[in-house]
């Protein structure tokens, strides 16, 4: 602003600020929105191709668009604060395993998390579907659905969501995960080899279920596979706190 503009009436400097001020003020912002983009792509093309330092291309194990199979579990549409911390945790050895944790190792923290975030928004490849009807018969829904109030063991569904949609970026998605792979993790929480986790929540539960719960359990989720259609959460008609 030179000399001769201080002697511009009040109103027309304010006026002339009022019109900069957004341009600045978005500066900052588009170049976030450029950063995440850029790490989108990076991402996208770590999934399709892999890298040059050895990594697998993730859509060979996980799927073209992340959706998973029998043997690997999905990745579309999971919470990306938590597919980074899994990618941290295979990459320091906290989370043993021998596929992810070679993969993890050559990837750089920014590539962990271009990957991340690729994954989390990707539309998760699942409908959910209305489990209200679960009896105490059927140990799996049961437990996913209302848990057990004598061992004061909390459904699943109240951090996973309603069918297992997931929540937020904590806690992911469980419809349509193999059940190997449920089972797998829940042993490995309960025998103490996988990561914790927030507040420990899930060592915790898995010590209180029998093997024949986790595969019940386990059985349930897988049940609920993946569909072409688009999400659709319903609800289960459980409380917190219900038995």
């Known amino acids: 602003m030179n000399q001769n503009s201080l002697h511009q ?3 027309r400097r304010q006026s002339a600020w009022r019109a900069i001020l957004p341009v600045l003020l978005s500066l900052p912002f588009a170049g ?3 950063a995440q983009s850029a790490s989108q792509e990076a991402g996208k093309q770590i999934a399709a191709q892999g890298t040059a330092q050895g990594v697998a291309a ?3 194990c996980h799927g073209a668009k992340g959706e998973g199979n029998a043997a690997f579990p999905r990745l579309a549409g999971t919470g990306e604060a938590y597919l980074q911390a899994q990618l941290e945790a295979f990459g320091n050895g906290s989370r043993k395993n021998p596929v992810m944790q070679p993969m993890a190792e050559k990837l750089t ?3 962990r998390l271009a990957v991340a975030a690729y994954y989390s928004r990707l539309p998760a490849p699942m409908s959910v579907s209305d ?3 679960a009896k105490p018969a059927d140990a799996g829904a049961w437990l996913a659905t209302r848990g057990r109030g004598k061992d004061q063991l909390p ?3 109240q951090c996973h969501g309603p069918g297992g949609s997931g929540v937020g970026t904590t806690f992911p998605p469980l419809a349509g995960l193999p059940a190997a792979y449920i089972t797998a993790q ?3 929480w309960k025998a103490g080899t996988r990561p914790p986790g927030p507040m420990a929540l899930m060592v915790s539960v898995a010590k209180k279920l029998s093997d024949p719960d986790i595969s019940a359990v386990a059985a349930y989720y897988a049940a609920l596979a993946p569909s072409a259609g688009p999400v659709a959460v319903a609800q289960t008609g459980t409380k917190k706190g219900q038995p």
């Open 9 to 11: 009436p009040l109103s």
């Open 32 to 34: 976030v929105a450029v």
């Open 58 to 60: 993730c859509a060979s």
């Open 109 to 111: 923290p920014e590539q």
């Open 131 to 133: 489990m209200a009807s």
């Open 155 to 157: 459904a699943c569904a």
């Open 186 to 188: 829940l042993q490995a």
